[in-house]
């Protein structure tokens, strides 16, 4: 069987998923958004399989990588049931796009700068103090890569990325460096709903920048608020616009 009749949204990013990641994204997908809640038991394999249109040994794969992002898990004569929140792996890739598939899109950037906003200002005090000479070559690369891109191609968004990852890559922390992939989905849901946020937020990276070469922590954690601010300032006033499909993103 090459189709899942009873599956949703089979397209990421233009990319046509694979049964599996169908499948998984499906159920991924019904837990955010609460049509699965936590405790819930899921239908048997017999009965699941066919809602979904696929086989039990697809079906078992697909509950095998729900459970490794924290979102299920299995017991014996119990069966397969959804986990509280504080179990899912919210820093997963797929998580975070599933959770800004379900969520309001104020709501989910709300909570994304949230977390920046605690993040990063620390992230890029602690730069400015441990970055080695190849850390800020990286910074120096990326910032002049956004400058030097087209503000509406994939280019200019890789560079904003880069530069924010190479902050936190500066900080020299293993632990740090997880909250990499928030930032990148952030920055780059961004890019989708409107182009138009980056020439707002591009001329306040180079003070952070600034602020970290000087070896200034107190001035870099200040520029890192301010460039987060006018960011989310930013993107609120866009989201509270009527849709201009001019600007936004496929």
């Known amino acids: 069987m090459d189709q899942a009749p009873g599956l949703h949204l089979p397209e990421n990013g233009g990319r046509r998923l694979n049964l599996h ?9 019904r837990i955010l958004a609460g049509g699965l809640r936590p405790g819930h038991v899921l239908p048997n394999e017999t009965d699941l399989g066919r809602e979904l249109g696929v086989s039990r040994s697809i079906l078992r794969e697909a509950i095998k990588s729900l459970a490794a992002k924290g ?30 598939a379900t969520m309001p899109r104020m709501a989910f950037f709300r909570d994304l700068f949230e977390v920046r906003r605690v993040v990063e200002p620390g992230a890029a005090e602690l730069a400015s103090e441990t970055a080695e000479p190849s850390d800020l070559a990286a910074l120096d690369q990326a910032c002049t890569a956004m400058e030097q891109a087209d503000p509406t191609s994939d280019a200019a968004i890789a560079a904003d990325v880069t ?3 190479a902050i936190l ?82």
Not at 225 to 233: D, G, K, R, Y
């Open 21 to 29: 990641a169908q499948v998984v994204r499906e159920l991924g997908l």
């Open 71 to 100: 979102l299920v898990a299995s017991r014996t004569r119990v069966g397969t049931h959804v986990r509280e929140p504080q179990h899912w792996n919210l820093l997963d890739l797929d998580v975070l796009s599933w959770r800004y």
């Open 163 to 165: 530069f924010h990852r």
């Open 169 to 250: 890559t500066a900080c020299h922390s293993d632990l740090l460096l997880q909250f990499g992939t928030l930032i990148g989905v952030g920055l780059e849901t961004s890019f989708r709903i409107s182009t138009r946020f980056y020439p707002v937020s591009l001329p306040h990276h180079r003070p952070v920048l600034h602020a970290i070469h000087r070896r200034n922590p107190a001035k870099a954690r200040a520029a890192m608020q301010t460039l987060l601010s006018e960011t989310f300032a930013d993107i609120e006033r866009q989201l509270r616009e009527p849709s201009d499909t001019s600007s936004t993103q496929p």
